[in-house]
């Protein structure tokens, strides 16, 4: 079955760096886009940043822009979120997301990010 699992998230003073990863199984990981969502309490989810297929396009939210790195590697059927200069504003859930339209749109459980001192 289809699985995104999330991890690397934790707790972060400000000004700090974490490295997220999404680790997926059971369908086809190089033929999606995947993105990061996140979720900070009473909010609505965002997008962070997304990749293509191949890696040939990439976008960032402007909050994160300069900050945040997205990466992949389809040999290992992995998508990463390089997070750094975090600021308390970053603090929510971060989600991994694979979508290929209509064949396919796929979520992890999330993995929490705190940035305090």
């Known amino acids: 079955q289809v699985q995104l699992v999330e991890s690397g998230g934790g707790l972060v003073q400000p000004g700090g760096s974490l490295r997220l990863t999404c680790a997926a199984s059971g369908f086809t990981f190089f033929r999606y886009s995947m993105s990061w969502y996140r979720q900070a309490p009473g909010k609505e989810r965002e997008l962070v940043a997304f990749i293509s297929s191949f890696g040939g396009s990439i976008g960032y939210a402007d909050s994160v822009k300069g900050r945040f790195t997205i990466s992949r590697d389809n040999r290992k059927n992995s998508v990463y979120l390089q997070m750094s200069s975090l600021k308390p504003e970053d603090t929510a859930d971060y989600y991994c997301?694979?979508?290929?339209?209509?064949?396919?749109?796929?979520w992890g459980q999330g993995t929490q990010v705190t940035v305090s001192s």
């Open positions: 997301n694979a979508n290929k339209g209509n064949e396919g749109d796929y």
